[in-house]
């Protein structure tokens, strides 16, 4: 009884995705896109909004006191 080494495993062929398994990661990818998209979207508007409303007039001091 003795043990054989000499033999070679066999190449198994490499694994293909199926269709199912394409079409679930597309949504999550299309899902995972879509959350940021909500999150990022509001807040920069929120940046440029307060950006823009932040932004003194020119030719005016702020706060209505002269710089000294």
Not at 7 to 18: D, G, L, V
Not at 49 to 68: E, N
């Amino acid at each position: 009884m003795g043990l054989k080494i000499d033999k070679k495993p066999r190449r198994r062929a490499a694994e293909q995705p199926n269709a199912w398994q394409r079409v679930c990661a597309v949504f999550g990818l299309a899902g995972l896109v879509l959350a940021w998209a909500v999150m990022l979207v509001p807040c920069a508007l929120w940046l440029l909004f307060s950006l823009i409303a932040r932004r003194p007039a020119q030719g005016r001091q702020l706060f209505g006191r002269a710089a000294g």
